[in-house]
């Protein structure tokens, strides 16, 4: 139903900023909620952020708090995850979510992106 295409991700010195972009089609984009999760080396997919519906209401994982920021654009179908003082632990594939709630999207999101890979450098 839904299609979420990921793009920014790249290489960046620790210490540095990325901005990750999600492009979402398939419905309309502001009936879904939307969040970033991040699959490091030899671990767990772990949820980072999320956004509701109408951008309201935010939530973060404490590793990225004060860091990341999650913001989205209805009229463009797109949600941001700004990243700001990277770390060398913010290495990984980060990938895009949709869900039917805020709840849905930090933990089992009903749709995914291909994910994008984000290095940071030491």
């Known amino acids: 139903q839904a299609q979420l295409v990921e793009s920014g991700g790249g290489l960046v010195q620790a210490g540095g900023s990325l901005r990750l972009s999600c492009v979402v089609s398939g419905r309309t984009f502001s009936n879904y909620a939307m969040g970033w999760f991040r699959q490091a080396p030899g671990k767990e997919r772990e949820p980072l952020t999320a956004?509701?519906?109408?951008?309201?209401?935010?939530r973060y994982a404490d590793s990225v708090k004060g860091r990341f920021t999650i913001s989205r654009d209805n009229a463009k179908n797109t949600v941001y995850l700004q990243m700001n003082s990277l770390k060398p632990e913010d290495t990984g594939v980060y990938y895009c979510a949709a869900a039917a709630s805020l709840s849905r999207a930090y933990s089992v999101p009903d749709y995914w992106g291909q994910g994008t890979q984000v290095t940071v450098s030491s």
């Open positions: 956004i509701s519906w109408a951008g309201g209401s935010t």
